[in-house]
């Protein structure tokens, strides 16, 4: 393999990071009502922060899959939005510093970029790396949103409920920087909330809430919320009178209520997850993913449902 640390440049003065945590969200793969990109934009918009290192994207990127914009005005080429991976540094309401890797997932060198993020992970201290991102799963938007976590050490994730003992699902490269953490004794996480199915191609800001309380709940950092609350909120009172006006869409979201509460009542729990039986099986649950990813092409607007 090549050198890794020949696929970024880093900057000179970034400060002693012994102990911080990296959160990465990367596009490209499943994130149903853009829970994992909403957060990942949220707290850059909140927190500021600066680019400290920064990948070489003419190695990973396909640019004829995926063809960065670029505007033409009246006669001439003016701008091009070239894509950029790169690693941020914030901090949060304590001042805790914190890591942030944001970008297109790269097409190509999957394991070459998981080597240089590891190579980053050592030379800074990190010592918590966490993933999160959205699923489409047949819940209803009236009831809490549940959360899947996984981790390379079953500590990590102890107050989760599983949902499946075992499942087949495409691969993604911050699956990959998982398991290639874990395998080099490196302890990293991920999240992945549940984004009612029929909300899933819409922004569903309630879903981003649901990531960044468990970002909090595992890392221990102070994360602002309030620009969310207030998305998640005029979201839910849209999507309420969206629901209203569709006699359809008001049928399937009694139905899943229904089966939502029958499920919790059964179990004694107010969480769907009580009962991991009565979910969709691991075969249908990696096919949503798979329709999921095909249906990326033509995407509604944000907040539309």
């Known amino acids: 393999m090549p050198d890794p640390e020949e696929l970024y440049e880093v900057d000179s003065d970034v400060p002693v990071l012994d102990g911080a945590v990296l959160l ?32 070489d994207v003419d190695r990973l990127i396909d640019y004829r899959s995926r063809r960065p914009p670029m505007i033409f005005a009246t006669d001439h080429w003016a701008s091009y939005q070239a894509p950029e991976l790169v690693i941020r540094l914030l901090h949060d309401h304590e001042h805790t510093p914190f890591l942030l890797l944001t970008g297109p997932e790269p097409d190509r060198e999957w394991e070459l970029t ?35 976590a996984h981790a390379t050490r079953s500590e990590l994730v102890g107050g989760f409920r ?23 004794g490196h302890d990293a996480m991920g999240f992945a909330a549940h984004v009612p199915h029929y909300l899933a191609q819409a922004t569903y800001p309630a879903a981003a809430l649901t990531l960044l309380d468990s970002i909090e709940r595992s890392t ?14 005029h979201t839910d009172a849209e999507v309420e009178r969206q629901v209203a006006d569709s006699e ?10 229904q089966q939502y509460d029958a499920f919790a009542a059964a179990s004694g729990r107010e969480s769907l997850l009580a009962d991991p039986e009565q979910l969709p099986t691991a075969e249908e649950l990696g096919s949503e993913f798979e329709r999921f990813l095909a249906e990326q092409q033509g995407r509604p607007d944000p907040g539309e449902s």
């Open 114 to 148: 998981v080597a240089a993020v590891r190579s980053l992970v050592e030379r800074w201290g990190v010592r918590l790396t966490v993933g999160f991102q959205g699923i489409p799963m047949g819940v209803p938007h009236t009831r809490p949103l549940g959360v899947t």
């Open 24 to 55: 990465h969200h990367l596009d490209g793969f499943v994130d149903a009502g853009s829970a994992g990109n909403a957060v990942a934009e949220h707290l850059t918009s909140e927190l500021g922060g600066r680019v400290v290192a920064r990948f």
């Open 162 to 184: 599983p949902l499946f003992n075992r499942m087949q699902i495409p691969g993604s490269l911050s699956a990959l920087l998982e398991l290639r953490l874990g395998e080099a």
């Open 220 to 233: 221990g950092l102070d994360l602002p919320k309030d620009a969310l609350r207030d998305a998640a909120r």
């Open 248 to 257: 359809e869409v008001a049928d399937v979201v009694r139905a899943l209520e």
